[in-house]
């Protein structure tokens, strides 16, 4: 069987782009695939995760770290060939940098924490299995520039647009500033991850150079997300510098504008099991680029 009538005969358990339809599915995967004894958290912890789809750890990196992710960033932010490459998303208006990407693989410094115990042991816990890199980045939501993100699913975008199978994956972001509820933090429905919403539209050429500076393609139905807010209501992340959220795959989250003089930061990692690597997409025509999504499955930590 060639590739192409492969693709058109798997099962896809979670279609969406498909004709203007517009459906709420019930997920079909587990949420907490380990057990206590496969890593740090304790049985109360993975039940809250179960329950809302998100955990916070309020204080997983030491100020020493911060001080020093921030420099970090400075110091990609300034790097002229940082901020030429496509891996380096610049706000338009003001020509402050937004986010780079693919920070694991570009700074030795995020390489470390991507492959620290404190987060992988936390993902395999979670996901039941070895863990690799899908996806990182670093995130600055620079005050009075920083713009919002409009609601939505990652999953929803890593099945259509990265070939991610099923619901197996996890978010770790890790605050390099203190996260106040006026300053743009995250956002998230919880309980909202045990409901799959497919999508509207098809998936443009060349769709991630648009939605990773803001979603598009991908974002769910007005009516959806208001019956969605009356059934699960939102959770506003405030913490301080050096605490996290992980935060599932399906979590329906989003993110004010910051209006304020003082900015927001981050450090973003996904992880994906060994066991749910990419396959071709579900409903775009190509792949996105690996930094997007990555298809180096080698297991983190494990280097």
Same mark, same amino acid.
């Given at each position: 069987?060639?590739?192409?009538?492969?693709?058109?005969?798997?099962?896809?358990?979670?279609?969406?782009?498909?004709?203007?339809?517009?459906?709420?599915?019930?997920?079909?995967? $587990?949420?907490? %695939?380990?057990?206590?004894?496969?890593?740090?958290?304790?049985?109360?912890?993975?039940?809250?995760?179960?329950? $809302?789809?998100?955990?916070?750890?309020?204080?997983?990196?030491?100020?020493?770290?911060?001080?020093?992710?921030?420099?970090?960033?400075?110091?990609?932010?300034?790097?002229?060939?940082?901020?030429?490459?496509?891996?380096?998303?610049?706000?338009?208006?003001?020509?402050?940098?937004?986010?780079?990407?693919?920070?694991?693989?570009?700074?030795p410094v995020f390489q470390k924490i991507a492959n620290?115990?404190?987060?992988?042991?936390?993902? +395999?816990? /979670?996901?039941?299995?070895?863990?690799?890199?899908?996806?990182? +980045?670093?995130?600055?939501?620079?005050?009075?520039?920083?713009?919002?993100?409009? %609601?939505?699913?990652?999953?929803?975008? %890593?099945?259509?647009?990265?070939?991610?199978?099923? @619901? +197996?994956?996890?978010?770790?972001?890790?605050?390099?500033?203190?996260?106040?509820?006026?300053?743009?933090?995250?956002?998230?429905?919880?309980?909202?991850?045990?409901?799959?919403?497919?999508?509207?539209?098809?998936?443009?050429?060349?769709?991630?150079? $648009?939605? /990773?500076? @803001?979603?598009?393609?991908?974002?769910?139905? $007005?009516?959806? /997300?208001?019956?969605?807010?009356?059934?699960?209501?939102?959770?506003?992340?405030?913490?301080?510098?050096?605490?996290?959220?992980?935060?599932?795959?399906?979590?329906?989250?989003?993110?004010?504008?910051?209006?304020?003089?003082?900015?927001?930061?981050?450090?973003?990692?996904?992880?994906?099991?060994?066991?749910?690597?990419?396959?071709?997409?579900?409903?775009?025509?190509?792949?996105?680029?690996?930094?997007?999504?990555?298809?180096?499955?080698?297991?983190?930590?494990?280097?």
């Amino acid at each position: 069987m060639t590739a192409i009538a492969e693709k058109q005969h798997r099962i896809d358990a979670y279609p969406t782009r498909n004709d203007g339809e517009v459906k709420v599915m019930p997920r079909e995967d $587990k949420v907490v %695939w380990g057990a206590v004894g496969d890593g740090p958290m304790d049985q109360a912890t993975l039940d809250d995760y179960d329950s $809302k789809g998100y955990l916070t750890v309020d204080r997983l990196v030491s100020d020493d770290e911060v001080a020093e992710f921030h420099r970090e960033l400075e110091r990609l932010s300034n790097d002229p060939k940082v901020r030429a490459d496509e891996r380096c998303i610049i706000e338009a208006r003001s020509q402050e940098v937004r986010s780079v990407f693919d920070v694991h693989r570009i700074s030795p410094v995020f390489q470390k924490i991507a492959n620290d115990r404190r987060v992988v042991d936390r993902a +395999r816990q /979670l996901l039941g299995s070895d863990v690799y890199v899908h996806q990182s +980045r670093v995130n600055f939501k620079p005050g009075f520039e920083g713009k919002e993100f409009m %609601w939505h699913s990652d999953f929803e975008t %890593w099945h259509a647009e990265d070939g991610m199978p099923r @619901m +197996r994956a996890v978010s770790i972001s890790i605050s390099m500033t203190d996260n106040y509820s006026y300053n743009g933090p995250l956002m998230i429905m919880p309980g909202s991850h045990r409901e799959y919403v497919s999508c509207d539209g098809a998936t443009p050429e060349g769709n991630y150079r $648009k939605s /990773l500076v @803001m979603q598009g393609a991908g974002t769910p139905d $007005k009516e959806v /997300l208001r019956e969605f807010y009356e059934r699960f209501g939102i959770d506003v992340l405030e913490g301080q510098a050096g605490g996290a959220v992980m935060f599932d795959s399906n979590c329906m989250h989003a993110s004010n504008g910051n209006v304020t003089p003082y900015p927001r930061s981050n450090v973003f990692i996904v992880f994906n099991s060994v066991e749910n690597t990419l396959e071709e997409p579900f409903a775009a025509p190509q792949p996105r680029p690996e930094f997007a999504g990555s298809h180096d499955f080698t297991p983190a930590g494990r280097r």
